[in-house]
């Protein structure tokens, strides 16, 4: 027997500008406000109760129904059944399908989130830089419980602006939030040292403390320029911050360096330095991604250079102690010399979890694509490519997979894919939650409206539902002068 369709709104945002804000889609209403923080705005997309029979076609086939295996236009699902606890109910709404969504669009700069933090009681926890054109960049921290604004403080410009003929520039490029509360941030300094010369860089470790975000120190980081650089930052139980850059250690020779350092002080506790088999000139081995998972267990993810051709995707186990290495995985060997790997997320979890996400640059645009990994005590469990995802209707390259673990070893993989507007494409975002052993726990592609859409960030909340930080931008591209940056909640199992 056929199961009628309840149709389901598609998610669209109608975005609007109003005295500089960007309005939220259609049906919101203003939540609680603080003077420290902006207005936030709420959308209900749960669907609707308007239903529709399966009609016949002219040839006396049924029509497209709920169900029927097909996703048709207004489902977020269709499994093939009328199952409601599936993750894809009998309504065809999907649980990675959008529950509620908040405008975190700043007035006076684009927030540029570099860090989602859940915790079990629902509040969603985001930091990051607020850029905007011609001014310095400060640190801010946002907190949500489920999808209400609760509190936002942001710092003082991160350093002086220099003169009209020398002027500098202070940027965030990695956060993270300690057990004791503190905000760790890397940071770069950009300065005109001589007029009409190109300006010089440098860069810094900083610790904010969590009540003001006051700052409590800040380090050099010594490197050698935009290529031998620190690049991400994760925090071990005590405080102590971890990062991650490349340094060159002769011509034609880079390793992938670790450093821990004092929460305290921001001293050097230990630094490592790991490469590949090839060595001793043209070893361009590159860092990645770092992640602390439950017990201090220390995972870095790398580029590292095999042969004269061979470049791979490699994640390391390091002890906390020395930054030794413990263990090498690869969990996608490099095809060749025509495809470039490069790392885009990392995140590990309880129980010796840890997800990778990578991505596969071809010849040209559409050889290009993403896949998802996860390792569960230094065992591959299972590994998302685009044959997986449970599309078909083209959507080519799905790329830029982040990656997040839940409490219970879930995880939620987020990317973008190629939208055919009829008249246009552009990039939109999907979602895939899994479980430990790789069973697809739910799926939707996200933000149907009339803009395109990007997932700089997500992450797990409250009752092991996902969220996601969404960049929407239209002609413009996206960060500072587009549509929207949006905190956006799944509705979860």
Do not use: K
């Not at 945002?13 to 003077?35: G, K, N, V």
């Not at 309504?91 to 859940?118: K, N």
């Not at 979890?349 to 996400?357: K, M, R, W």
Request: with cysteine; proline share 6%; charged share 20%.
């Amino acid at each position: 027997m056929q199961h009628p369709r309840h149709v389901v709104f598609a998610l669209s945002l109608t975005l609007a500008c109003q005295d500089d804000t960007t309005a939220a889609p259609s049906d919101t209403s203003e939540s609680s406000t603080s003077e420290d923080g902006p207005s936030e705005s709420t959308t209900d997309e749960s669907g609707s109760d308007e239903e529709s029979s399966a009609e016949e076609t002219e040839t006396g086939e049924p029509g497209p129904y709920c169900g029927d295996g097909n996703l048709d236009i207004l489902e977020e699902c269709d499994d093939g059944n009328n199952d409601d606890d599936d993750g894809c109910s009998n309504t065809c709404e999907s649980d990675c399908g959008i529950e509620f969504w908040l405008d975190i669009t700043l007035p006076e700069g684009w927030f540029d989130v570099q860090l989602m933090r859940a915790s079990p009681e629902g509040r969603i926890e985001l930091a990051g830089d607020v850029a905007a054109a011609g001014q310095i960049g400060r640190l801010r921290y946002a907190s949500y419980v489920d999808s209400e604004f609760e509190t936002a403080i942001q710092t003082a410009p991160l350093g002086n602006s220099g003169t009209l003929e020398l002027p500098q520039t202070h940027q965030i490029s990695a956060v993270e939030i300690t057990e004791q509360g503190d905000l760790l941030a890397l940071g770069v300094t950009t300065e005109v040292m001589v007029v009409d010369e190109a300006p010089v860089e440098s860069y810094w470790l900083a610790r904010f403390a969590g009540d003001d975000l006051s700052a409590v120190w800040r380090v050099e980081i010594p490197a050698d320029g935009p290529d031998d650089r620190p690049l991400d930052l994760a925090v071990l139980e005590g405080g102590d911050p971890v990062i991650t850059m490349t340094v060159a250690v002769a011509d034609n020779d880079r390793d992938i360096q670790v450093q821990r350092r004092a929460f305290a002080d921001g001293a050097e506790v230990w630094t490592a330095s790991h490469s590949g088999e090839f060595n001793g000139g043209w070893s361009f081995d590159e860092a990645g991604r770092v992640a602390v998972g439950a017990g201090d267990r220390l995972w870095v993810a790398g580029i590292v250079r095999v042969d004269w051709q061979t470049y791979n995707a490699t994640l390391f186990e390091l002890d906390p102690a020395d930054g030794a290495a413990l263990w090498t995985g690869v969990p996608l060997p490099d095809p060749g010399s025509s495809y470039e790997q490069r790392i885009w997320d990392l995140a590990a979890g309880p129980d010796g979890t840890v997800a990778l996400g990578i991505n596969m640059m071809g010849p040209a645009t559409q050889y290009h694509f993403g896949a998802a990994f996860l390792y569960v005590d230094q065992e591959l469990a299972w590994s998302l490519t685009p044959e997986q995802l449970p599309w078909d209707d083209g959507g080519e390259p799905y790329v830029s997979p982040r990656v997040a673990i839940g409490a219970d070893g879930d995880v939620l993989v987020t990317g973008s894919y190629t939208h055919d507007f009829d008249i246009a494409t552009a990039a939109r975002p999907w979602v895939v939650a899994l479980a430990p052993d790789g069973t697809q726990l739910c799926a939707a592609r996200v933000g149907e409206g009339t803009d395109a859409a990007v997932v700089p960030r997500n992450g797990y909340f409250h009752g092991g539902r996902g969220a996601l930080n969404l960049d929407t931008y239209g002609p413009g591209g996206m960060g500072p002068g587009s549509d929207g940056n949006w905190l956006v909640g799944l509705r979860g199992p």
